[in-house]
């Protein structure tokens, strides 16, 4: 499912931008998730079960759940950027609605209000067990958006 919401896109390469930002940051790469879909003020993430992640047997403990709904809203409103430009979430709000218990999280972030300064998204995080999804966590992420700045360097 996408985001039926028409946003302008100011960077063409907003997709392979957004995975270059995103999979540098150490704690992505640690927790492993991947991106199944990305589309402008839309992306779903991936998040596989590994029990170092886990609450209980099958269970996704509950800051993996807050984490990977950062990780799927903060990357929603980065794909309406333009060139340079970069997120970081100063607030974000989840509400677990039911257990996280299955081989895999989903969450599915979408803009809900983009703005100059901060910027809006809603996620719905579904735990995934073979064929079936079960929505386990509602959130709201918002982001500040950064400018490019003659003084920032890179990301190492």
């Known amino acids: 499912m996408s985001n039926t919401e028409q946003f302008t896109v100011l960077r063409p390469d907003f997709e392979q931008a957004l995975r270059d930002f995103v999979l540098a ?3 992505a790469r640690f927790l492993g998730f991947h991106f199944a879909q990305i589309s402008p003020g839309y992306v779903e ?3 596989p079960y590994r029990m170092e992640l886990g609450h209980q047997d099958g269970h996704f403990q509950g800051s ?9 809203g903060a990357p929603a409103a980065f794909t309406l950027l333009a060139p340079g430009w970069a997120v970081a979430t100063v607030d ?34 579904y735990a995934g067990l073979e064929a079936n999804e079960t929505l386990c966590a509602c959130a709201f992420v918002t982001t500040r958006n950064l400018a490019p700045s003659k003084d920032s360097r890179p990301i190492p």
Do not use: E, W
């Open 45 to 47: 993430t991936v998040q």
């Open 92 to 125: 974000f709000t989840v509400k677990i609605v039911a257990p996280a218990r299955g081989d895999r999280l989903i969450a599915r972030g979408r803009v809900v209000r983009p703005g100059g300064m901060l910027t809006v998204s809603s996620v719905n995080v």
């Open 64 to 72: 993996v759940i807050g984490a990977i709904a950062d990780f799927a």
């Open 25 to 27: 940051m150490p704690v």
